[in-house]
């Protein structure tokens, strides 16, 4: 079922009776105020800058050294789908994200993305291709995780939308005809001792597959979230006999804070 809403919304991803539903619905959802059309962007606004920034790990992993616009790019975890879209936001592109309804703004603040310019729509429903179509007429990158098998008439009329607005469509998983694919091959968690500690980061090697200039693999290895942040870590030593343990029951002085998080709020 979920497959058959997808596919038989194609015919509304080009037409202006689409779009304008498209619209409609972005406007319900709360981000009329984000959304502009193609004709109401800065007429040097796309060409201006032609490559968003990312994160200075993630550099050597794309054409360029950055997302370019009117690229789609599959990505297949969704903690490197928002190291993407930390750098951009920062730097005053907006972001949208369709269709993750687990997504956690504070992991998205901890990864350093913008929340002022994140906007998020969980659960899209059946409007899932119109919204989507609709944000990238506006919206600098556009995060777009579907419900269901996408057909492949849908995928390139979504993808030739994204090259005719200037948009990056970043869709979450497997994508046809995805200019550049971007999935992990390798990972290790961080921050566990010798029976004691907590999850800190990931480090993650990421690959890059694509066409054209990006035919050949690229690789990288980084710490996701980054070891940095607002809010350093600050270790404590384990006490050096057991008369120095606190005791059973006792609520322990711990002030040590995860590597990269930021506070919120």
């Known amino acids: 079922m979920r497959g058959t809403a997808i596919g038989s919304a194609r015919s509304s991803v080009g037409g202006g009776a689409g779009r304008a539903a498209g619209l ?20 040097g606004e ?14 050597a992993l794309l054409p360029g050294g950055g997302l370019r616009r009117g690229a789609t790019i599959a990505v297949h975890t969704s903690s490197v789908l928002l190291a993407l879209l930390a750098a951009a936001s920062r730097a005053g592109s907006w972001c949208a994200v369709v269709g ?77 005809g995805a200019d550049l694919t971007v999935a992990p091959v390798r990972g290790a968690w961080g921050g566990l001792g010798a029976g004691r500690g907590r999850l800190r980061c990931r480090e993650m090697t990421i690959q890059a597959r694509g066409r054209g200039a990006a035919a050949a ?38 002030r040590e804070e995860p590597a990269g998080l930021r506070r919120v709020g």
């Open 100 to 176: 993750l309804p687990a997504l956690s703004p504070i992991a998205a603040a901890e990864m350093g993305i913008a929340l002022e310019r994140l906007a998020l729509v969980p659960n899209p429903g059946t409007e899932w291709t119109t919204i989507v179509a609709a944000l990238l007429d506006g919206v600098d990158i556009v995060v777009a995780a579907p419900p269901g098998p996408v057909a492949p008439v849908v995928a390139g009329r979504l993808a030739a939308r994204a090259r005719q607005r200037g948009s990056v469509l970043m869709p979450a998983g497997a994508w046809t």
């Open 24 to 43: 409609q619905v972005v406007r319900a959802a709360g981000l009329g105020g984000v959304v502009r059309t193609a004709a109401g962007r800065d007429a």
């Open 217 to 254: 693999p690229r690789e990288v290895t980084l710490w996701l979230p980054a070891l940095e942040g607002v809010l350093p870590p600050v270790t404590r030593a384990l006490p050096a006999d057991a008369d120095s343990a606190p005791a059973i029951g006792a609520v322990p002085d711990v």
């Open 46 to 59: 796309t060409g201006s800058a032609r490559t968003l920034p990312v994160l200075s790990g993630l550099r």
